[in-house]
């Protein structure tokens, strides 16, 4: 099973529409989440930390279920410029030791049509 | 505004050819990874520096690929002998590590990549 699994998509919503995300991961000891936005041929970039109360942040919403170890991320009224391929991130430590390494899902790519 | 700095963009080689990438990580950040990103492979972890020193390369190609932080404002990475199934966007990230505070790595500031084909 990989670290970290995504629907691979691809999403294709109307502006407006509600779109979800998923993500699982395998290491149970994982500590941190995040999600990542990449815009075709740039870099990923850091969209928001997800907490195990959940958050949210305009538009968006994370959620954690650390007991099915899946993560999700809701947006709501999507507009064309949230047209990306958006990453699970999960950090986890290396056994023993203080490292910790970032394992980047394959990222759902989602496209937002007028 | 801080960035993380890659050279080069693109680099089109021949198989066998020797090829160097450069990285100039966020003034300031202590950690470096190297990730290589394929459309079928995604993102994936090749070497991982915390203080310029290697922590690990597990990921890496140990026959051909080498990772190295001569100093603090540069990391590079080397293929030699480059193949074509190393063609891909090789991207830096930087960020920053608190072992005070149990390890506050979270958010990774990334470069905007080596776009890399072998032919």
């Known amino acids: 099973r990989k670290e970290v699994e995504q629907d691979p998509g691809p999403f294709n919503v109307p502006e407006g529409a509600t779109v979800a995300f998923n993500c699982t991961y395998s290491?149970?000891?994982?500590?941190?989440f995040f999600w990542y936005r990449q815009d075709c041929r740039k870099e990923p970039k850091l969209l928001m930390s997800?907490?195990?109360s959940g958050n949210e942040d305009g538009r968006f919403t994370a959620q954690l279920n650390r007991a099915s170890q899946y993560i999700s991320l809701l947006i709501r009224d999507s507009k064309l410029s949230d047209s990306a391929t958006y990453l699970c991130?999960?950090?986890?430590?290396?056994?023993?030791?203080?490292?910790?390494?970032?394992?980047f899902g394959k990222g759902t790519l989602l496209t937002v049509n007028p | 505004d801080a960035r993380v700095t890659q050279t080069p963009r693109d680099k089109v080689t021949e198989m066998g050819q020797e090829v160097t990438m450069r990285c100039q990580p966020i003034?300031?950040?202590?950690?470096v990874f190297w990730y290589r990103q394929t459309m079928m492979q995604g993102l994936e972890l090749l070497a991982y520096?915390?203080?310029?020193?290697?922590?690990?390369d597990s990921g890496m190609p140990k026959d051909r690929f080498s990772a190295e932080m001569p100093d603090a404002t540069l990391a590079t990475l080397k293929i030699q002998p480059s193949e074509p199934r190393d063609s891909a966007v090789y991207f830096c990230?930087?960020?920053?590590?608190?072992?005070?505070?149990?390890?506050?790595?979270?958010?990774?500031?990334f470069g905007e990549g080596s776009r890399l084909t072998v032919l």
């Open positions: 003034l300031g950040h202590n950690t």
């Open positions: 290491n149970s000891a994982s500590q941190s």
């Open positions: 997800v907490y195990s």
């Open positions: 990230a930087s960020g920053s590590y608190s072992a005070v505070s149990g390890g506050a790595l979270g958010e990774l500031f």
């Open positions: 991130v999960v950090k986890s430590g290396y056994s023993g030791g203080s490292n910790y390494k970032l394992t």
């Open positions: 520096f915390r203080n310029r020193a290697p922590l690990d």
